[in-house]
């Protein structure tokens, strides 16, 4: 999508991948798991989290930058390489994901992945009194992915339907648990691999 230092695969941690391939493996015949994006590097979130930032301040001047600081937040964490708090997508744990039919074709979940709208929400669905039959398609397309995400231990971002975790720090806030598996993590370059043997 043109993001500045973005790469062209997708990565996440070994126990992520694995987990992932058993919730595909969870999801009934003619539906499939597509994951839209994995580790980032630390420039791409705080690419993100400006964008972001810019666009919501744009749109509504008059937000003092606490609240313009929380907005953001809400569909972009803060760009941190801190190993107590690195951002989600930096450590390899954190992945977006959606549902696809048997041809490969992306289900209706309700919104586009990373439209920052309060339709995004995991919940929106579930708040409604009443459904349009498209709504309840959606519904059913978020309840069902986050079954088999959950079913293998991920937790889900509750500001984001495509959003899950497993083994990071939102992970662990959102699962109750104890500490985070993972940190901040790179890709095994050869300068990383250099760096590491020459210090």
Known sequence: MGIPGAVPECFVREGVYRALLAAARALPE??????????????????L?????????????????????ERTREFVSLPSRDPAAPSPHLTGGAVDVTLCDADGLPLDMGTLFDEALPA???????????????????????RLLYRVMAGQGFTNLPSEWWHYDLGDQLWAHYGGHTEARYGPAELDTIENRWRRQLS
């Open 49 to 69: 989290f400006d964008t972001l930032h810019e666009a919501i301040h744009l749109r509504h001047p008059e937000l003092g930058e606490e609240e313009l600081l």
């Open 120 to 142: 995004s929400h995991a919940d929106h669905f579930e708040r409604l009194e009443s459904l349009s039959p498209a709504q309840r398609s959606a519904r059913d397309n978020r």
């Open 30 to 47: 003619g539906f499939g798991l597509v994951v839209l994006d994995g580790w980032r590097p630390w420039r791409v979130q705080q690419y």
